[in-house]
């Protein structure tokens, strides 16, 4: 081989090359890698979670034929680590020139690099990896009108690795679409205050709330405001996956170490090192992996499966859950010493229907996202009808107003959604204010203290008189007055009723 072959002569021939399949129609974004180096194989690996790229391993030319012959791939990756491999890189070239290929190895020299490109590859990668950049430049081959620097965050935050339930981010951007938390009532404020104040520490966050709260966009807001921000943001879905494979998921696993296990798996706690780990319905998980995880909050280390070398990472960890953890606690259904490991900050994300002002609003945001993503007619809310929205139960919280909102526009025929339209596609039955004079915004205390003041207004003062219409005795009405702090009917009070 010579030795006075240049990296600029290898750049400029790797740039005739991606010229040539400028025409290449856009394939599979599959990525199908051939690699017998165990180690390179799981830095590669690593990086094509972080870039959220779904892959196939094989070993073999045998392998890597029979899959291109059987599917489409948009990539092929060839691990480059003898003379072989790179004849195996032109065995490829020669029989399915259309596909893409690109070689990794640990080291680069100019000879190495020109027998690649000689080879067949358009792209090749060296040393360690950058693994930020990995997955948009892999885009950029496999895809060529597609090569933005970065892909967007609705783009990020759809992919997901090998399962729906768990996602990977390298990093976030402040987006409508993400990021729009809608925050006029007192609640949800203060909930986003705390958020920003404790995002730029390195605490762990626990967000509990009902479902469809909005917690998973406060947690990518915690994420997207601290110094972590450049790093991979890893979503968790613990009680959408088996506890074998959450556990598979967290920690990853080594070769051999269960059935099916053929390589080594990179954890997702590893792969959020240096970034956060969101790990939503984690009151979903079962108590040995409640174990396991405690381990990692208190050490930072763990094992892979199968493995007895110790793996340490500095990761923040942001859990979320739709269950009262103290009830769980005391139900001997959650461990008290995980709950305290993760209850360092809380946050507690109000319900829709405690943030009734927010209901016009979000409206507007679902009604303008969908029209623009389905290209469907434009649809109006009569004030009448966001006002019935606002006496709805919404027990899905924001997720199910934006169902709601997407139903309307598809089933109403009228340019003006009206009132009238959400008794036939929301049902009848769902109002909460029909039978009752009190915003569903209330807590019970507020509900007592304003109907006792009103009774007690009603009867001029009488105690006795409003102890025996509320069935109760004078002393709990003292009680009652004292603890919720009831004037006297003539003093001036917040005792009057709220207007809806």
């Known amino acids: 081989m010579s030795t006075n072959w240049s990296l600029a002569e290898t750049q400029d021939k790797q740039n005739s090359t991606l010229d040539k399949r400028a025409v290449r129609p856009s394939r599979s974004r599959e990525i199908l890698v051939v690699n017998r180096d165990p180690e390179l194989r799981a830095l590669l690996q690593k990086a094509l979670y972080v870039g959220n790229l779904s892959s196939t391993s094989v070993s073999s030319e045998t392998e890597v034929k029979a899959c291109l012959r059987k599917s489409d791939y948009g990539l092929v990756i060839v691990g480059i680590d003898s003379a072989q491999s790179i004849d195996l890189l032109g065995n490829i070239h020669a029989e399915f020139a259309e596909v893409p290929l690109v070689a990794i190895a640990r080291a680069a020299t100019p000879d190495l690099v020109r027998e690649i490109l000689k080879a067949g590859a358009v792209d090749f990668l060296f040393g360690s990896l950058d693994a930020r950049s990995f997955g948009p430049r892999l885009l950029a081959i496999m895809d060529p009108k597609d090569s933005r620097p970065a892909r967007t965050s609705s783009d990020r935050d759809r992919s997901t690795t090998q399962d729906s339930a768990v996602q990977v981010t390298d990093t976030l951007e402040d987006t409508a679409e993400d990021f729009k938390l809608i925050c006029r009532s007192k609640k949800m404020r203060r909930v986003l205050e705390i958020a920003e104040t404790i995002a730029p520490t390195d605490s762990t966050v626990l967000i509990q709330g009902e479902s469809g709260t909005g917690k998973e966009l406060i947690a990518k807001k915690i994420h997207r405001l601290s ?19 959450l556990e598979s998921q967290l920690f990853g696993h080594e070769k051999g170490s269960f059935t099916g296990a053929v390589h080594r798996q990179v954890g997702l706690f590893e792969i959020a090192d240096q970034g956060t780990i969101f790990l939503d319905e984690i009151g979903e998980m079962s108590l040995d992996m409640q174990v396991k995880l405690l381990r990692v909050l208190q050490f930072r280390e763990f094992r892979r499966i199968g493995g007895s070398q110790v793996v340490k990472v500095e990761v923040r960890v942001i859990a ?14 959650f461990r008290s010493d995980l709950f305290y490991r993760l209850n360092v900050i809380a946050l507690e994300v109000p319900p829709l229907r405690e943030r009734l002002e927010e209901i016009p609003v979000l409206v507007e945001i679902f009604r303008d996202r969908f029209v623009a993503q389905r290209d469907v007619p434009t649809r109006t809310f009569s004030p009448e009808a966001v006002e019935k929205l606002k006496r709805y139960r919404w027990a899905g919280n924001v997720r199910e107003l934006e169902n709601a909102v997407e139903r309307l526009i598809l089933l109403s025929k009228k340019e003006v959604v009206e009132a009238s339209d959400l008794d036939e596609h929301l049902g009848e039955n769902t109002d909460v204010q029909a039978d ?29 008189k409003t102890a025996r219409i509320l069935q109760i005795n004078v002393k709990t009405l003292y009680n009652l007055m004292k603890k919720l702090n009831i004037g006297e009917p003539n003093r001036p009070s917040a005792d009057s009723f709220p207007s809806q």
């Open 227 to 245: 110094k972590r921000n450049g790093k991979p943001f890893v979503e968790v879905n613990c009680g959408a996956l088996p506890e074998n494979l």
């Open 320 to 333: 979320a859950t739709n269950k009262d953890l103290k009830n769980e606690v005391e139900k001997k259904c």
């Open 436 to 464: 009752t004079p009190f915003i569903p915004s209330l807590t019970l205390d507020e509900v007592k203290r304003i109907h006792i003041s009103n009774v007690l207004r009603e009867n001029e003062g009488n105690k006795m």
